[in-house]
Nanobody
Framework: QLQAFGGGLVQAGGSLRLSCVIS????????AAWYRQPPGKQRDLVAH???????NYGDSVKGRFTISRDNAKNTVFLHMNSLTPEDTAVYYC?????????WGQGTQVTVSS
């Protein structure tokens, strides 16, 4: 089970940190990712992190967003800086275990101009 939180309303240029708390053991976690879905658009990958710590990002967030993991807290973070109105979306976390994929419930991020 995943619980994502940390979204909210922020002005352009501001920052937010999203958290995705994973219930249970994460020892076998293969990877984790954040996706986002703007109103009326498809859900797209924002950031991805492997079990080994390798990361990759969507082109529109490179240099502004950072994905990280805290294994001791079973939490995956998305640090978002220099936010723009185009970052407004529902953000979802996804985790992949051997044989199973789980999605969080989504957290709304709204960036005002």
């Amino acid at each position: 089970q995943l619980q994502a939180f940390g979204g909210g309303l922020v002005q352009a240029g501001g920052s937010l940190r999203l958290s995705c708390v994973i219930s249970g053991s994460t020892l076998s976690l293969n990877s984790a990712a954040w996706y986002r879905q703007p109103p009326g658009k498809q859900r797209d990958l924002v950031a991805h992190i492997t079990n080994g710590g390798n990361t990759n990002y969507g082109d529109s967030v490179k240099g502004r967003f950072t994905i990280s993991r805290d294994n001791a807290k079973n939490t995956v973070f998305l640090h978002m800086n220099s936010l723009t109105p185009e970052d407004t979306a529902v953000y979802y976390c996804k985790v992949v275990f051997p044989g199973a994929t789980y999605w969080g419930q989504g957290t709304q991020v709204t960036v005002s101009s």
